[in-house]
Nanobody, 122 residues
């Protein structure tokens, strides 16, 4: 079993940056791909980014590519999401996830954090 805890959310002005962290505890997360999802008010949860277990393979939602960067530090059991040039439409609860069942964007992920709120003001 893996427990995931996100941090780093908050309020930021449009154009600003935030870095989210996801700390894993329990069985090491180093053996599983990790991902970030988000859910805006009134909308469904959507895929943001994913990273392979070794850290060399990275995948992004096409609309976010270039602004968001996912990375991981397996020694610290932590996954990061660097978000730049933030827009009001990036406002959402951001969730960390681990151990996908297949395709990163559409499959079931076994482990989820509680989420961290990101609010981008205009």
């Amino acid at each position: 079993q893996v427990q995931l805890a996100e941090s780093g959310g908050g309020l930021v002005q449009a154009g600003g940056s935030l870095t989210l962290s996801c700390a894993a505890s329990g069985r090491t997360s180093g053996s599983t791909p990790m991902g970030w999802f988000r859910q805006a008010p009134g909308k469904g949860r959507e895929f943001v980014a994913a990273i392979g277990s070794g850290g060399s393979s990275r995948f992004y939602d096409d609309s976010l590519k270039g602004r968001f960067t996912i990375s991981r530090d397996n020694a610290k059991n932590t996954v990061y999401l660097q978000m730049n040039s933030l827009k009001p439409e990036d406002t959402a609860v951001y969730y960390c996830a681990g151990d996908p069942d297949g395709d990163y964007a559409t499959s079931w992920w076994s482990y989820w954090g509680q989420g961290t709120q990101v609010t981008v003001s205009s």
